[in-house]
């Protein structure tokens, strides 16, 4: 089976693609390295992996590589944490709807003209930025007010593409929703606006690593966005990965829509302590302030996880804990090489 992937280079495509080939799959990879600039993967050489740089709006360079994928996984998207949907709030929407009706053409097309049996469209929790029901199932982006946010927004609009496209031209979809994806790789993104909080530089990423780098650099009492009593449920990138996987091969996935997510419900707060106790290990009592949050900054994004468990048979069973005993060498081996 051979799957085409954009968004080769980004966080979560490094995940998966290593997943994909463990799998035995034949991959291509599409992406022009417009967020973290030319990195290098350990899976560059494998014979089952063919990296193609080029633009995921390129339909003509679509075309001709989907058209003898079996699958195809719409991952690329300009994607960032909280600060970026304030400072990219168009162009979050304008270019991401751009990719994605790039990437629903190409896949019409390959199912039609090819062989390509299905598009898997990389979603985003962001689609439950209103939701009112908790722990949030699938369906619950339909009956909640519309996200606030543009990408919020926008990733919805991307859902309703797959619908739209299996109403009409009869192309199967499997809408998979991340949260909180977690792991190595998410370094400083290139040409991007850094944000300050107390005495350091963020990364315009996300949660865990800018907590980590804060720590790390010994900001103390560490500066935390609102309250600290957000929930989130913390997932690892290798979980994430084989859930994707598992949507893509999963003939009850077809025309469904899941959430990938831990079961595991942590607040910010919790988070930073965590990070703060592995690496003062010494006891060093943990302290914080909190910063005006953003209006963005969804307090509650719990996720049920019953169905992906009932109809995929998966679950992610990482701790939160474990993962960051993998990603706080990372990150401190990044901020001594400049990339953070």
Not at 283 to 309: C, I, L, M, N, T
Request: aromatic share 10%; net charge negative; with cysteine.
């Amino acid at each position: 089976m051979k799957i085409l992937t954009t968004g080769a280079a980004g966080f979560i495509g490094g995940y998966l693609i290593e997943e994909l080939l463990k799998s035995g799959y034949e991959v291509v990879g599409l992406d022009n390295f417009s967020k973290y600039g030319r990195v290098e993967k350990s899976y560059d050489n494998n014979p089952l992996y063919t990296f193609v740089e080029g633009d995921a709006k390129d339909t003509e360079l679509l075309k001709k590589l989907i058209i003898d994928c079996d699958h195809f996984v719409a991952l690329a998207a300009m994607v960032g944490g909280i600060p970026y949907f304030h400072h990219y709030a168009y162009d979050l929407l304008a270019e991401n709807e751009r990719i994605n009706g790039a990437a629903f053409d190409v896949a019409i097309y390959g199912h039609q003209h090819g062989r390509l049996q299905k598009i898997t469209l990389v979603s985003s929790s962001m689609v439950f930025e209103n939701a009112n029901e908790f722990p949030t199932p699938e369906g619950a982006q339909l009956r909640c007010p519309p996200p606030s946010s543009t990408y919020g927004f926008q990733k919805l609009a991307g859902e309703y593409y797959a619908k739209g496209a299996k109403a009409q031209y009869g192309l199967p979809y499997t809408i998979v929703r991340p949260f909180n994806c977690v792991g190595i790789g998410e370094r400083r993104a290139s040409g991007h606006a850094q944000v300050g909080s107390g005495n350091i530089k963020l990364a315009m990423s996300h949660v865990v690593p800018d907590l980590i780098q804060k720590v790390l650099k010994g900001q103390d009492p560490v500066r935390i966005l609102g309250s600290g009593s957000q929930v989130r449920h913390y997932t690892y990138g290798g979980d994430l990965a084989a859930g994707i996987r598992i949507a893509i091969e999963k003939p009850e996935a077809l025309n469904e829509d899941f959430n990938l997510s831990t079961a595991e419900r942590t607040t910010v707060l919790e988070l930073a302590e965590l990070i703060w106790k592995r690496v003062h290990s010494n006891g060093k009592p943990f302290r914080y302030e909190s910063d005006e949050p953003y209006p963005h900054d969804v307090q509650v994004r719990s996720p049920s996880v019953e169905k992906a468990a009932r109809v995929l048979g998966f679950r992610a069973t990482t701790a939160l804990s474990d993962v960051l005993d993998e990603v706080i060498p990372w990150v401190a081996e990044q901020i001594k090489v400049g990339q953070i």
